[in-house]
Each structure stands twice: as structure tokens, then as C-alpha cells.
Nanobody, 123 residues
């Protein structure tokens, strides 16, 4: 079982950067694929990025490719989301999630979730 806690959200101007962190508990963190999702008001939860257990593979939604970068440090049980060139449409609550299988983009495939961290991008 994995428990995850997100941090690093905040208010930033368009064009700025933020780095989100997700700290996980449990000895088996390195066996889980990790992902970031986001949910804007009135919208469904959306896949943003995922990284394989060892960190060798990653995937992104098209709207963030080239701007967001997911990484992980298994020694620290932490996954990161570096967000650059932020846009107002990136405003959402960002969630960290863990899954037993890498490559899934549906929220239903993820077993463990954090409470979310708010990211607000002003124009």
C-alpha cells in the first residue's frame, strides 16, 4: 500500500514555473508507476503525465508536452512534476497517483491518490 502527499502548488503568472512534489510512503514505492492528474472546476479529472517504476519511461498529455516534465527519485520516495511556461488553462487541482501497471491514462487504473494541490495561473 502507498500513501501519497502532494505539495508545491500555488499562484503563478502565465509564463512562470512551478515544481510539484509527491512524497510517498511505503517500502514498495519503486514498484509503482506514478502519475499526475489534474481537475479543473466543472471538468473531469485529466491525465497529465506518468512515469514508469524505474523512471526510464514517461508519457504526457499532448497539451503539456515540451512544457511539463515528470521525474522520480526512488531513494527519496518522491515524484516530481516540473511545470514551465504555464498557461491559465493549466489552472486546476493537481493529483498524484500510483498504479501497479505503467501506461494507463484512466483514473480508474490508479489505486492510490493524494489529496491534491491547487495550481492557479493568472493571465
Amino acid at each position: 500500500q502507498v500513501q501519497v502527499v502532494e505539495s508545491g502548488g500555488g499562484l503563478v503568472q502565465a509564463g512562470g514555473s512551478l515544481r510539484l512534489s509527491c512524497a510517498a510512503s511505503g517500502r514498495t514505492f519503486s514498484s509503482y508507476a506514478m502519475a499526475w492528474f489534474r481537475q479543473a472546476p466543472g471538468k473531469e479529472r485529466e491525465f497529465v503525465a506518468a512515469i514508469s517504476p524505474a523512471g526510464g519511461s514517461s508519457d504526457y498529455v499532448d497539451s503539456v508536452k515540451g512544457r511539463f516534465y515528470i521525474s522520480r527519485d526512488n531513494a527519496k520516495n518522491t515524484v516530481y512534476l516540473q511545470m514551465n511556461s504555464l498557461k491559465p488553462e493549466d489552472t486546476a487541482v493537481y493529483y498524484c497517483a500510483a498504479a501497479n501497471v505503467y501506461g494507463r491514462k484512466s483514473p480508474q487504473a490508479y489505486d492510490y491518490w493524494g489529496q491534491g494541490t491547487q495550481v492557479t495561473v493568472s493571465s
